[in-house]
């Protein structure tokens, strides 16, 4: 017979016992339960909205569900009885800590925190199409389908420090975020054609395109960042498209709520461009103003693997700048599957995007609704890296562009070069009333009318171009006043505008110190010359300051 090597005392535990439950349990490893604990009481002490949370440790769920031994059905069980036996039954799991593949330790690293689930075909081989880790399964509790039952997501923090700081990141992003019209812009990120082996045409271009003109609010601007729109250099590294880096690094430090990439990829980079590299674009990120992060690409979070950090780990775990959660595969997925599940996820997060309090649904709200109908072993490779109850910081409040030049917005009105134009217009309440407790400030933008770019190296045929709709020539953007919900500015149209007597865009970001919010409407006609204007001889009166007004 064996001998044991050693013999330790466990204290009892009740958690077949507790019977009131919660909204929110966090499954922790021994290591972070104080950080785990202080989330907890961040979480319960909001006012709006409170969510009540249980945190738990991992050891405990394997001492009374699977007889001590580390197992992941012992947690999947342990949040079964939750939805089965709990009075509040869980809305939210998020495991709190790395986990690998590595169960038993055998290199030595020790980081298998919080474990995740493998496939059989992991056993044989790591790198293959049908070897993969999910941690949907442990939110699979009722039936024996594929379909999760509530949201999922995971921390996959390595030291206490490192989760300490996450938490902070959270608390910062959902009460210190400075308000601006970057929690208006959506940036997307698309590779071109390009591959070592072929050319993939518009295979990643052309999902993009139809998220910002079909599946985004339009109340949202557009930053397209789109490979086959940029000329490529060969260099002794191989061909490379250095302008896409530094947009990249430029568009996340200015800021944007939201970012997606479509395209090849692996734990380090993005593109056989690599124009998004993980030891080389990550250190020059400065980002105050976090942003979620969407990457249908493949490995690019792959978080299983022991003593390692992917790109998106990386993103979301790296102090003070980076990404506050994403959504991200890892493992090898596949091109047509992906798109389904972007457009799908892109369309509850932002489309279904107010629950019954009016604020934004939660990202793990997003993923689960995203989930209920994508399941497939493609999709299961899909997590959320970060706090599923968090909830993007995009604009809650609603406001009314009501009239152009007193000209009532039921239908088109043309403005004219040279010509002056006032804009009349109100944030309003869900039955657009007028909202007159509303005093703040507003930027508002009038946009040129779209413009279509084409990308000739996706298709060189003049007579049948790829195209890109572009929207992002400014005709005027000035700060304004909002009293008792209500505001009013004037500019006049210069002299460079586009003339093409198509629907351009006025789009009013506003906030004060609560709340922010968009408006927007495509109802001005841009083109045409005032013929009525006299020159008076007088230049314009400019001001110039350096990062804000007061300098």
Known sequence: FKTPSNAVEISNSNLHGESNGAEFII????????????????????TVPSISTIVVEVDKIYNEFSGGLPDVSAIRDYIKYANDNWQIRPKYVLLFGKGTYDYKNIEGFGDNFVPTWQSEESLILIYNSDSYT?????ARVVGDDSVIDLSIGRIPARSLSEMNNYIDEIIKYEKNSDKGTWRNLI????????TSSGDDTSLHTRPNEELSKTFFPQSFDFNKIYLAAY?????????????????????????????????HGNPEVWTHEIV???????????????????????DFGYFDIPNYQSGAEQLVLLKDYGAIAAFTSARLVFAGENEGLNKDFIDKLFKSARDTMGLPITLGRGFYLTKLTNYSIND??????????????????????DSVNGQVLVSDVQIKALSKVKIDGRVVNSDNSTKTDFNGEGILTVFDSERLVPLPEISP??????????QN???????????????????????????????????????????????????????????????????????????????
């Open 380 to 401: 299961q490779k899909y997590v959320l890296l970060g706090d599923p109850t968090l909830r993007l910081n995009i604009p809650v409040l609603s406001s009314a562009i």
């Open 473 to 551: 020539s400014i005709i005027f953007r000035g700060r304004i006043s909002i009293t008792n919900g209500e505001f009013s500015t004037e500019f006049y149209v210069p002299k460079d505008i586009s003339y093409e007597n198509k629907n351009g865009k006025i789009n009013l970001y506003f906030f004060n110190q609560q709340n922010d919010g968009v408006g927007f409407t495509k109802n001005i006609i841009v083109g045409g010359t005032d013929s009525s204007v006299v020159n008076d001889g007088k230049g314009p009166e400019i001001n110039i300051f350096f990062d804000d007004e007061n300098y």
């Open 187 to 194: 940036t997307l990120v698309s590779d071109d054609g390009w």
């Open 134 to 138: 999910t941690d949907d399964f442990f």
């Open 231 to 263: 000329s490529p250099v060969i260099t002794s590294g191989g061909r490379r498209k250095p302008e896409v880096n530094e947009k990249i690094i430029s568009s996340i430090n200015e800021g944007t709520v939201y970012l997606n990439y479509i395209g």
């Open 276 to 298: 998004f590299e993980k030891t080389v674009s990550i250190p020059r990120l400065k980002n105050d103003r976090l942003f979620v992060l969407g990457t249908f690409t493949c």
């Open 27 to 46: 499954i922790s490893s021994k290591d972070f339960l104080d950080a785990a604990n202080r989330l907890k009481n961040y979480r319960e002490s909001q």
């Open 461 to 470: 045929n003049p007579n049948n171009p790829f195209t890109m709709t572009v």
